[in-house]
């Protein structure tokens, strides 16, 4: 290649001689094989001049840049940045990757041409040009995670799990049958170090059905203020329910007052009495999924017997199973 430029420019000398002049021949010594410059900035091509020579130019690849102080580019960002007896420089204005390659400085000092070459490097910082958007997937998904990017030179894609801290190397990023603690944030980081990295999170929400976390008996006096409480962890949060054997209260009963925050529900009583002793039930739902739990409000010093009737035991298990059926088929 470069013997080829060198024959092309001492053909391009021999016909644009016109006799001699002051100017002087490249410094080789200052002249950089290689100049680095980043997409859209601008770079300045020197050549440094320190003998007699006639005719000059400038040549990117077999195209001729500048013949002298004549203009042969029609590139409106390429122009003389300087012309002197010392000094023979160009500038290339807002630099793109097509601008990339050798570029030749030919001069004819005294009886031979000499030629003096350089190879422009254009860098691109790393960017993301494509990546997963936010996902929602049920527990036991698989899920598939991309992040695309550019850059010059080719950048490193790196996956971050922001809970953990863990990385992973590559464009892609599986999970095999997802968990509800795998339910997270996650970072895609590009970087080829010419730039500051670039990043781009995805969330990643794994839907369950609801699992009751916390219950308890509570003691309850009469006269008193008393509370049953039913905490449920689901995605997307459960929707609450209470039931006194198989009738469910409502918030609108005068007895009883139903406060739902979030995780948790609770069954308040502002006065107790004797016809508020016995047994509750939280039942917690989604759209994935419906569970139960029991719990007694009792007074203090009270024996419950353990002995339920195997009729009593298999019509509550008929009930909560159609409940739950019910919930899921309105979904």
């Known amino acids: 290649?470069?013997?080829?430029?060198?024959?092309?420019?001492?053909?391009?000398?021999?016909?644009l001689r016109e006799g001699p002049s002051c100017v002087q021949a490249v410094e080789f010594g200052y002249f950089p094989d290689n100049i680095t410059v980043l997409e859209g900035q601008s770079v300045i091509l020197r050549c440094k001049i320190d003998e007699?020579?006639?005719?000059?130019?400038?040549?990117?690849?077999?195209?001729i840049l500048f013949t002298g102080n004549e203009k042969w580019s029609l590139d409106t960002r390429v122009s003389m940045a300087n012309n002197n007896d010392s000094d023979f420089s160009i500038q290339i204005e807002r630099v793109a990757v097509a601008d990339?390659?050798?570029?030749?400085?030919?001069?004819?000092?005294?009886?031979?041409?000499?030629?003096?070459h350089v190879y422009l490097i254009v860098q691109v910082p790393a960017r993301i040009v494509n990546i997963s958007q936010d996902k929602s997937v049920n527990e036991g998904d698989d899920?598939?995670?991309f992040c695309l990017a550019i850059g010059r030179p080719e950048p490193t894609i790196t996956w971050k799990d922001l809970k953990s801290g863990r990385t992973y190397e590559g464009e892609f990023l599986d999970i095999t049958e997802i968990k509800r603690h795998q339910a997270e944030e996650f970072v895609c980081i590009t970087n080829n170090g010419v730039?500051?990295?670039?990043?781009?999170?995805?969330?990643?929400?794994?839907?369950?059905?609801?699992?009751?976390?916390d219950i308890k008996n509570m003691p309850a006096q009469v006269g008193k203020p008393a509370i049953l409480r039913c905490e449920a962890m689901a995605v997307p949060m459960a929707?609450?329910?209470w039931y006194r054997d198989d009738r469910r209260l409502s918030a609108s009963?005068?007895?009883?007052?139903i406060k739902t925050e979030k995780t948790r529900s609770l069954l308040l009583f502002t006065n107790v009495t004797e016809k508020h002793f016995g047994n509750y039930t939280c039942f917690a739902s989604n759209r994935l999924g419906a569970t139960n739990a029991s719990m007694l409000l009792f007074r203090p010093g009270a024996v419950y017997g353990g002995s339920v009737s195997l009729s009593a035991c298999l019509s509550?298990?008929?009930?909560?199973l159609s409940l739950s059926i019910s919930v899921l088929l309105k979904v």
Request: glycine content about 2%; overall charge positive.
């Open 143 to 145: 899920v598939n995670l």
């Open 253 to 257: 009963d005068n007895a009883v007052q």
């Open 195 to 213: 730039a500051p990295p670039d990043t781009h999170h995805v969330k990643v929400t794994v839907n369950y059905p609801p699992m009751i976390t």
């Open 316 to 320: 509550g298990l008929v009930f909560w």
């Open 1 to 15: 290649m470069m013997r080829a430029i060198s024959i092309f420019t001492a053909l391009l000398l021999a016909l």
């Open 52 to 63: 007699e020579v006639t005719h000059k130019a400038w040549l990117n690849r077999s195209n």
């Open 239 to 241: 929707a609450f329910e």
């Open 100 to 116: 990339e390659g050798p570029y030749t400085c030919s001069f004819q000092a005294r009886t031979q041409p000499r030629t003096a």
